[in-house]
């Protein structure tokens, strides 16, 4: 078959629909019936986005400048892509600051919470600052005056800085007008005042503050011009050279060497304080071979999404989301043995509005338990602390045979899964790295128990990480199932991702790199044929991104037949929806909201039969060929309605608190009347955890 190609007019480009998501987010930190703390955690938010958004993608896009790629789907040259992204960035921050200081942190200092500035400090707060400037800052502090002595120093990526502007000669007689001092990574950024020293409830200051106030005692006889902050984002993508990775004949090895450089990768973006002088900036730009597009002043600490550390400070639960305690389904009330329980009937779990608890309950029964031989689990992001991976450690060493893929390339986790690999090695356990150039994204648990005479399998299947943190933050679905045919797909992707050997055909498991994009197509062409046929036709889709560009172009096709299609995509969306004769069958909706909105749904009418997919992979590139990925069909009926009730339906009605796209990839927010725009969320919430059963 043919592939299918869309045209460039009609496939927006990723990464200003990249900053249209962050737009949004940013919205939610200018909502004012949000709670104040909720507020200032979405600005951080954004500024963490951000962060890693030039980390990755504008450094790619640097990269391919450089290396005069041709433009990519959307047509538009990447010179002119980076020029849109420089001035798209530039009016995002400078709002970003605005609403931190003309809104968030008066509201803040209207509840008792107030961020105390130099010239607000009356002379006990300086007398405070000045002593825990020497006690606490002056002896880590080392300032760097540069001559051909004192080359400038090595920037950690993303690390707080200050160049100071000097006059005068120091103690040998050297003349010096520029020197560099950094805040060690120890330090806070935040730092509270006694109450009785601040005057209200909750104060802090500024590191950067105290060390303007007092940058002076670091250069005695010398005269400061000016102390300005400012940090460097660097590139901060891994690169496994193939030579390397045959020469070691380990990837674990060649990660580790690339790890240690991955702080010092090339200067991406500059941030500095909005005072600093010209002269200082043009230095600073020189040094790090950057451009004036490349120049961020910001009104503000340089690094913001440092605040974040204050929510978890101040103890104020009435500026925060209301606290809730996670439900159970009523399955898992009746049969407390979780292995009765799946016996019973295939379990459904919708995070975090029911707790993770019976996941890591599920790992914790294997470990123990003595009729169970085997456990084997996918790992892609599990934290630094990790009840999950402690069980499993337990396991090994409680003489199970224990198979851990452990992906090793999971961005910003690299370290921490090393770590882990290490630790479940010792153990006894089975470690596989998966696929070298395939990352194993499929979130799958298997147990292998023997009763009676033969032995069972159980698996759990998740669209989200087993990660206990992130499952009380983002919204995912788990599925507990005894299915014998389910079982024997996972156990033979397994078998791929530990063994050798050709992939065999799967039965109700969706895999990429093999089938999922194929029988993702077919999915959404069966819909097409029906709709052409006369028959109802309908698809759903609820997913994080949609750019893979046969996909698109298969949605195109399906809405000119007449397929109403609704689409729920989180972040980035490369379809244009609502064009005349092309896609005006297509809706396009982005929920944001106090959960981050993690789920993979796909449901296709399907002639009555109402498929029903959770998957851990979104309709991207990678996903469908450059990583192991599973979707995995809801077969229970009941538990269909479910996810068709909780994970989709919610989204959909016009009352909903949502944000719509429109052709030219922007987003236009639902007000609604007073009153009637429900939050989705907040609904199931109130449906799912204030009951102790679904």
Not at 65 to 71: C, E, F, L, R, T
Not at 88 to 101: D, G, I, K, M
């Amino acid at each position: 078959m043919a592939k299918r190609h869309v045209a460039p007019e009609l496939y927006l480009n990723r990464e200003l629909g990249q900053l249209e998501f962050n737009r949004r987010v940013l919205a939610l930190a200018e909502d004012r019936g949000i709670p104040a703390l909720e507020r200032l955690r979405f600005l951080c938010i954004v500024d963490s986005n951000l962060d890693e958004f030039f980390e990755i993608r504008v450094a790619g896009l640097k990269e391919e400048i450089a290396a005069g790629s041709p433009p990519g789907p959307d047509g538009i040259p990447l010179r002119q892509v980076f020029r849109q992204v420089s001035q798209q960035v530039q009016a995002l921050v400078a709002r970003q600051y605005q609403l931190l200081n003309e809104q968030i942190l008066p509201q803040l200092a209207a509840e008792g919470i107030r961020f105390l500035r130099r010239s607000q400090w009356n002379e006990a707060q300086k007398e405070w600052v000045r002593e825990y400037f020497f006690r606490e800052l002056m002896p880590v502090l080392t300032p760097i005056g540069l001559d051909p002595a004192h080359p400038f120093p090595r920037l950690l990526n993303k690390s707080l800085n200050f160049v100071v502007e000097l006059e005068g000669k120091d103690a040998f007689g050297r003349k010096s007008s520029m020197a560099i001092v950094q805040a060690p990574r120890v330090l806070p950024r935040v730092i509270a005042f006694p109450r009785s020293k601040s005057g209200c409830e909750h104060g802090f200051v500024f590191l950067s503050s105290i060390l303007h106030a007092h940058v002076a005692e670091l250069f005695p006889g010398m005269t400061v011009l000016g102390c300005y902050q400012f940090q460097l984002t660097r590139n901060s993508d891994l690169y496994i050279d193939e030579e390397e990775l045959r020469e070691l004949n380990s990837l674990r090895k060649a990660l580790q060497g690339e790890l240690s450089q991955r702080q010092f990768g090339d200067g991406v973006r500059l941030e500095v304080a909005d005072l600093c002088s010209p002269r200082m900036i043009e230095a600073l730009l020189r040094q790090f071979n950057l451009t004036p597009e490349d120049l961020y002043q910001v009104n503000g600490p340089v690094n913001m999404v440092r605040l974040i550390q204050v929510l978890d400070t101040v103890d104020r639960p009435d500026l925060k989301f209301p606290a809730f305690v996670p439900g159970l389904p009523r399955e898992l009330i009746r049969y407390p043995d979780i292995f009765e329980a799946i016996r019973s009937g295939d379990v459904l779990l919708h995070h975090p509005y029911q707790s993770f608890i019976p996941v890591i309950n599920f790992v914790e029964r294997a470990a123990h338990d003595p009729q169970v031989v085997a456990i084997r689990q996918t790992v892609y992001r599990t934290g630094a602390q990790s009840q999950m991976m402690e069980l499993l450690i337990a396991a090994a060493r409680n003489g199970k045979a224990v198979t851990v893929v452990v992906e090793l390339m999971a961005r910003f986790d690299e370290e921490a899964n090393i770590n882990w690999a290490q630790r479940l090695e010792e153990a006894g356990a089975h470690v596989i790295y998966g696929v070298v150039g395939h990352k194993t994204h499929a979130k799958m648990a298997l147990v292998v128990r023997r009763e009676g005479d033969r032995l069972r399998r159980y698996v759990h299947l998740g669209t989200g990480n087993y990660h206990s943190r992130t499952a009380t933050l983002y919204t995912d679905f788990g599925l507990f199932t005894c299915n014998e045919e389910i079982c024997s797909d996972v156990n033979e992707v397994f078998m791929q991702l530990t063994g050798l050997g050709k992939a065999m055909k799967l039965r109700h498991l969706w895999q990429s790199p093999f089938t999922l994009h194929q029988r993702s197509l077919k999915a959404i062409q069966a819909e097409t044929r029906n709709a052409r046929a006369g028959h109802k036709a309908r698809i759903i889709a609820k997913m994080n991104a949609l750019l893979e560009p046969e996909i698109i172009a298969a949605l195109y096709e399906a809405s000119q037949a007449g397929v109403k299609i609704d689409l729920i995509v989180r972040g980035v969306c490369a379809l244009r929806p609502g064009i005349a004769g092309i896609s005006d069958n297509i809706r396009v909706i982005s929920v944001l909201g106090r959960f981050l909105e993690h789920t993979r749904v796909f449901f296709f009418h399907n002639g009555g039969a109402k498929d029903v997919y959770l998957s851990s992979a979104d309709w991207m590139d990678r996903n469908f060929f450059r990583r192991i990925e599973i979707c995995f069909p809801v077969l229970d009926s009941r538990l269909k309605q479910r996810v068709l009730r909780e994970g989709l339906e919610p989204f959909l009605g016009r009352a909903v608190e949502a944000w719509d796209m429109d052709a030219n990839g922007h987003y236009i927010r639902r007000k609604g009347s007073r009153g009637k725009r429900v939050r989705p969320q907040t609904q199931l919430l109130e449906k799912l955890a204030s009951k102790r059963a679904s």
